[in-house]
């Protein structure tokens, strides 16, 4: 499975932005996936994953209720919209797919860079 992230960009605060990961290769039906995201000077932290079938999430707590991960299987394309949007939520977002078989996420796409101005 090969992963491309997309949609970031500079927003202002309290704007919205809606992040795209187009998927390659087999199967990605079957993965779960999961979107992370490092700010400078920072370790890559967790953000959202959704099961494979797409009826099952869950989110850091910094991130509830404003971003929504979704995922269309017959597109083969994941999704992260993200809402009242922070300074804090300035960073590079990586989208990340998990096969079945595995507890980790095997699988990164490049990174697309989210800049939130206050």
């Known amino acids: 499975v090969q992963l491309q992230a997309s949609g970031g960009g500079l927003v202002q605060a309290g704007g919205s932005l809606r992040l795209s990961c187009e998927a390659s290769?087999?199967?990605?039906?079957?993965?779960?996936m999961g979107w992370f995201r490092q700010a400078p000077g920072e370790e890559r932290e967790f953000v959202a994953t959704i099961n494979w079938r797409g009826d099952s999430t869950d989110y850091a707590d910094s991130v509830k209720g404003r971003f929504t991960i979704s995922k269309d299987n017959a597109k083969n394309t994941g999704y992260l919209q993200m809402n009242s949007l922070k300074p804090e939520d300035t960073a590079v977002y990586y989208c990340a797919a998990r096969a079945p078989w595995s507890s980790a996420y095997s699988y990164w796409g490049r990174g697309t860079q989210v800049t939130v101005s206050s």
């Open positions: 290769g087999r199967a990605f039906g079957t993965y779960a």
